[in-house]
């Protein structure tokens, strides 16, 4: 299994538009789906004064089942990569960067 983190660092005030964007229908209905998708979270940090931060994290079986959604179409429309550039500029308003990061599971556990 392997963990992907996106952290987006966000203009004060944007933070739960960015969230809207990961739970939205359109969004949610494009990964749910997905061969090798065990789930995902977002986690929302307030506690810095200069920017927000929202980490979404999702869960793979393998690499390669992460790596096929990135190059899905479903990928592209969930994250406004689409020939309709006014609607990539509104999902980047208020981002500030992102970074993205990749774990394999090493250990897992789980309650009894």
Do not use: C
């Amino acid at each position: 299994m392997i963990i992907v983190t996106n952290t987006i660092r966000i203009e004060p005030g944007f933070g739960e538009r960015v969230i809207a964007q990961f739970t939205d229908g359109n969004a949610s209905k494009n990964i749910a789906d997905v061969e090798g998708f065990l789930g995902f979270e977002l986690w929302h940090n307030q506690s810095a004064e200069e920017y927000e931060e929202v980490v979404v994290t999702s869960r793979w079986e393998s690499d390669e089942a992460q790596k096929n959604w990135v190059k899905s179409k479903q990928f592209k429309e969930a994250h406004g990569r689409t020939k309709d550039t006014r609607h990539q500029k509104e999902q980047r308003e208020g981002i500030i960067s992102s970074s993205i990061d990749r774990y394999n599971v090493v250990h897992e556990q789980l309650p009894l």
